[in-house]
């Protein structure tokens, strides 16, 4: 059984994937279809949550990065830290595992395995409840937190899929990077909360 943090991990430290997913192998039903539409300009803090979801489903790292912050840190779930994965990785790490997930290709050598498609669904249009934080390594900012429900399914050779569990949640949190008057929002927090098991 396996989750996104499992996968994202396999390509960071070339392991095998582990821990709190539902494993179901299928037959994959070809490539996923093209980018269209397009990103938001970052200037609401909803719009990093459109952006994540939309860069995942095109495999678009240049406006994955862009959501980043200078001091993103992820933080893996309960299941996968139990599992042996690191408590949280950052920017570095997350940029490395996404990098190899999005590539359509696997260069000689590689002991990944290739990423075939990747649907990803944060359920955000329902509306968000963004809650105010003060942290303590930037007391003068405000920076604004959520939590919402997320699926995805990812494909990987050969036929192998990877979905959460029913009810993942993640709570991500965003800051201005930009100024009042022209605000630029970026995700400085994603703490997967994982599912029901």
């Known amino acids: 059984m396996w989750k996104r943090s499992s996968v994202l991990c396999a390509f960071v430290v070339l392991a095998a994937l582990t821990s709190s997913c539902i494993f179901d192998p299928k037959k994959d039903d070809g490539p996923p279809p093209p980018?269209?539409?397009?990103?938001?300009?970052?200037?609401?803090?909803?719009?990093?949550?459109?952006?994540?979801?939309?860069?995942?489903?095109d495999r678009n790292m240049t406006e994955y990065e862009r959501i980043l912050d200078d001091n993103f840190t992820f933080f893996l779930s309960d299941g996968d830290v139990n599992g042996g994965l690191p408590v949280q990785w950052g920017r570095r790490d997350e940029l490395d595992a996404n990098t190899n997930l999005f590539s359509r290709t696997v260069p000689p050598g590689a002991t990944w395995p290739l990423c075939t498609s990747i649907q990803m669904d944060v359920q955000f249009e329902a509306g968000l409840q963004w809650?105010?934080?003060?942290?303590?390594?930037?007391?003068?900012?405000?920076?604004?937190?959520?939590?919402?429900?997320?699926?995805?399914?990812?494909?990987?050779?050969?036929?192998?899929?990877?979905?959460?569990?029913?009810?993942?949640?993640?709570?991500?949190?965003?800051r201005n990077a930009g100024t009042d008057s022209n605000p630029r929002w970026q995700l400085v927090e994603w703490?997967?909360?994982g599912g029901a098991q």
């Open 35 to 57: 980018p269209t539409g397009d990103y938001k300009d970052l200037t609401n803090r909803s719009d990093v949550l459109f952006n994540l979801q939309k860069s995942y489903n």
């Open 131 to 174: 809650v105010e934080v003060i942290p303590d390594a930037a007391p003068d900012e405000t920076w604004y937190t959520t939590t919402c429900f997320y699926d995805f399914q990812i494909e990987v050779e050969p036929d192998t899929k990877y979905i959460p569990y029913p009810g993942a949640k993640a709570q991500f949190t965003v």
């Open 191 to 193: 703490r997967d909360l």
